[in-house]
């Protein structure tokens, strides 16, 4: 099982930037080769959404609609950790943020963080 801890979430102001971070822990380094890391976001009274993702190698895919041309993702493999960087922010990115992980074989997200708020304020 891996642990996630998410880090970084804060009050900004619109327009802004800021980053959010996710170390996973409960594995061996290599066994990490074949998880996939992504975040995700809830706003009040929406449903959870995904934000974007990254394997081992770096391949990321991004939720287009939502946040492409503003936020990237990045990992640190050295560190097992999984960095979102948001910029250009907009009130409307105001939500938890969930780090979660899955298997390179499966599409389904099984292992969540507890999340940090980020607020953008207008």
């Known amino acids: 099982q891996v642990q996630l801890i998410e880090s970084g979430g804060g009050l900004v102001q619109a327009g802004g930037s800021l980053r959010v971070s996710c170390v996973a822990s409960g594995r061996t380094f290599s066994s990490y080769v074949n998880i996939v890391m992504g975040w995700f976001r809830q706003a009040p009274g929406k449903e959870r959404e995904f934000v974007a993702e990254?394997?081992?190698?770096?391949?990321?895919?991004y939720n287009a609609d939502s946040v492409k041309g503003r936020f990237t993702i990045s990992r640190d493999n050295a560190k097992n950790t999984v960095y979102l960087q948001m910029n250009s922010l907009k009130p409307e990115d105001t939500a938890v943020y969930y780090c979660a992980t899955r298997s390179t074989w499966s599409s389904t997200f099984g292992n969540w963080g507890q999340g940090t708020q980020v607020t953008v304020s207008s």
């Open positions: 990254i394997t081992y190698s770096g391949d990321s895919r």
